[in-house]
């Protein structure tokens, strides 16, 4: 159901934690914990991993908060940056469970049409959907699959039926066309 | 590094955020990371660029378990090491990794060991010497009283002693009062003359809170404590986000 939430700011909150302020990290994880359990979850399979990864990501949060640096971009791209690494690199260690649940695979379809389903969170869907939608269905659906479902260019190549080759280089040319297509 | 990345580091940076480099790439790619500013600013302008992809994933909520995790670990992170000296504190470790079969005095690891423990006592102790008070000021103590801005009826009371601890104590009926639901009591100081106040944590209705002198910035003469009502969790922004129930400022006893 549509849906918007009032403002945040994720930049004062992310340098308060850099001065050690426990109050901002727990605002920053009251606000934002359930979408990246969400984003976790997809590219882990397991709601047990996925939350031993917002674990460890939150505490890498608090930790390289003084890194941050707000005049080069979003703290909330910074912060989801944290999360996904995290979790690819359990997913990864771990030797994932391929996504078995065939309705989670169904769902990866509708992703497009779904995605202006949730709640505007701010972040600028539009823009980006446009972009993707100019790419090739193919090359289109190698991009999520890396950035969504955290699989590797093995993985993809697997699920879309290319060879490993092909995906690499599709995945740098609709990167380079994003790019140019956002700017 | 000036100017910015070319387009095939632009591009490993897009690969970088996306997640589809292996796990060696992607190390070998954070250590060149760190040393360029260039680079940086790719990865920061890719971040911002994919991360509206997140939205097409459903929220799933978290155990209400995990928090108290989390917040038990930076609790013990904090402790530990300051945040920003984290790297070091690697370092350190790697440093009195033993090497198996070399005698203590040939091993490298020791001699820079004992260097870096010479180097840190010295810089102890002369942070020390610094920060000591001039002797007419050891021990001052201050005193703030916090009061409701209309009314004027007492809530809370600060008690400082310079270089310790500082506590907060309820002192009025008015300290106890159950706070709305999804609200918090958040207590701030600001000195006379900063720039803005400076979060000193939540405070629970009508308990004391006592913190040390590390988390406390300098107190002074004249110096404002307020508690202020926020949303559940503090207010979001480094500076008080809602009314203020109680303020005051210090008096040197």
């Known amino acids: 159901m549509p849906d918007s939430t009032p403002p945040f700011d994720h ?12 109050y901002a990290l727990h605002a920053l994880y009251e606000r934002e914990s359930r979408w990246l359990c969400g984003v976790a979850q997809r590219i882990l399979g397991s709601r047990a991993s996925a939350e031993d990864v917002l674990h460890d990501a939150f505490v890498q ?16 791209g910074w912060i989801y940056t944290v999360v996904r690494h995290t979790a690819l690199r359990a997913a990864r260690r771990a030797g994932r469970v391929e996504a078995t649940d065939p309705e989670e695979l169904a769902r990866l379809a509708d992703d497009a049409q779904a995605a202006g389903a949730f709640v505007d969170r701010g972040f600028d869907v539009e823009s980006l959907d446009r972009c993707l939608e100019r790419l090739e269905p193919e090359r289109r659906t190698c991009v999520t699959l890396a950035f969504v479902d955290g699989c590797t260019h093995d993985e993809i190549a697997g699920r879309v039926g290319a060879p490993l080759g092909t995906v690499k280089s ?13 700017s | 590094m000036t100017g910015p990345a070319t387009p095939e580091r632009d591009l490993a940076a897009g690969e970088y955020v996306l997640g589809t480099l292996t796990e060696a790439e992607h190390q070998a790619f954070e250590r060149e990371l760190q040393e360029d500013a260039a680079l940086q600013a790719a990865v920061y302008a890719w971040q911002d660029r994919l991360v509206p992809l997140s939205a097409r994933v459903p929220p799933r909520t978290p155990s209400p378990l995990l928090w108290g995790r989390i917040d038990a670990s930076v609790a013990a992170a904090s402790r530990s090491a300051n945040p920003l ?9 790697a440093v009195r990794r033993p090497t198996p079969g070399t005698p203590w005095w040939q091993r490298l690891g020791w001699w820079q060991g004992l260097s870096a423990l010479a180097a840190f006592a010295t810089l102890v ?12 000021s050891a021990g001052a103590r201050y005193l703030a009283v916090l009061q409701a801005p209309q009314g004027g009826a007492t809530g809370w009371v600060v008690e400082v002693q310079a270089g310790g601890q500082m506590r907060l104590l309820p002192a009025g009926e008015g300290a106890a009062a159950p706070v709305p639901p999804g609200r918090a009591l958040q207590f701030w100081t600001k000195a006379e003359g900063a720039a803005g106040p400076t979060s000193l944590g939540l405070v629970q209705a009508g308990q004391p809170l006592v913190l040390p002198a590390s988390r406390l910035p300098a107190v002074e003469q004249r110096q404002l404590f307020e508690i202020t009502l926020e949303p559940e969790g503090g207010s979001p922004y480094d500076r008080p986000s809602g009314p203020i129930l109680y303020v005051g400022r210090t008096i040197r006893l």
């Not at chain 1, 949060?61 to 909330?76: E, F, N």
């Open chain 2, 85 to 93: 000296s984290d790297p070091l504190a690697d370092k350190r470790a």
């Open chain 1, 11 to 22: 930049e004062a909150a992310l340098q308060a934690c850099a001065r050690g302020e426990r």
């Open chain 2, 125 to 136: 102790l002369s942070v020390l010497l610094l920060q000591r008070p001039p002797p007419e």
């Open chain 1, 61 to 76: 949060v608090w930790r390289s908060a003084p890194t941050y640096q707000p005049a080069l971009g979003s703290a909330r």
């Open chain 1, 170 to 182: 599709w995945i740098r040319r609709s990167l380079a066309a994003l790019k140019e297509c956002l």
